[in-house]
């Protein structure tokens, strides 16, 4: 029996100490659910593969959350495999790619608390840990109650999604830009054009007016000598 245990001693040894997991990390492997209020809000598959880790994500189709509360959840539930993990000393991470093109990943960390519960981080999002509590394989999201939101009332407005929210800041009015006022263009009343100077003839094209001569005066009548009548 002794012997037995030093090889199993020596073959431990012989692995390099990063790619030994730790007996927390081996059992982390199992279904976990975060659980609030009595609902299992969603719930995490972890798998071992090799020295990284692996698994499956199952949510709501969607829901609204400010990090701590959860409301406007819509069902079915989805199911997503991980795009990748690795294992992180005693934590086991799993990421899902966000398909939208320039946007950050989801990215979870698993943490063995005790055997019956595991802390989740939320990598990126600035959230507290969550405290998921294991479950049996396949376990159902729920029960959930339409208009229902769990974990108290929620703080942050904003559309459905799956990410937590962070609230926008308040929209600002526009500012109103008076419009200057363009004072009409004065147009200055048309100028009249220069008076012409008047036309005259050419001095080869005047001619001369005919003058009328006075008429003649008649001579003084020639008086004789006197007739004499009845000498």
Same mark, same amino acid.
């Given at each position: ?24 990390? #081996? ?76 946007? %950050? ?23 507290? !840990? ?37 609230? !926008? ?44 001569? !006075?008429?003649? %005066? %008649? ?11 009845? #000498?």
């Amino acid at each position: 029996m002794i012997r037995r245990l030093l090889i199993v001693l020596l073959m431990l040894l012989a692995v390099p100490a990063a790619a030994q997991p730790t007996l927390a990390g #081996r059992l982390l492997e199992g279904s976990w659910a975060l659980r609030v209020e009595g609902a299992i809000i969603m719930r995490f598959d972890l798998e071992r593969q090799g020295e990284g880790w692996g698994g499956a994500w199952t949510k709501p189709t969607s829901f609204r959350s400010d990090g701590v509360r959860f409301g406007n959840i819509v069902m079915p539930a989805t199911t997503r495999r991980a795009d990748r993990g690795q294992a992180i000393g005693e934590w086991a991470e799993i990421i899902f790619d966000d398909p939208r093109p320039n946007e %950050e990943p989801d990215q979870f960390r698993f943490r063995l608390l005790a055997p019956d519960r595991a802390e989740l981080l939320y990598v990126g999002t600035g959230l507290p !840990p969550f405290i998921l509590e294991r479950v049996a394989a396949g376990a159902p999201l729920g029960p959930f109650t339409e208009g229902a939101v769990y974990g108290g009332p929620l703080t942050t407005p904003g559309p459905v999604t799956q990410r937590p929210v962070v609230a !926008p800041p308040p929209a600002q009015a526009p500012v109103q830009t008076p419009t200057p006022t363009v004072p009409p263009v004065q147009t200055p009343p048309p100028t009249p054009p220069p008076a012409l100077p008047p036309i005259l003839p050419r001095p080869e094209q005047v001619r001369p007016v005919p003058q009328t001569p !006075p008429p003649a %005066e %008649e001579p003084p009548p020639v008086q004789g000598p006197p007739v004499m009548i009845g #000498r």
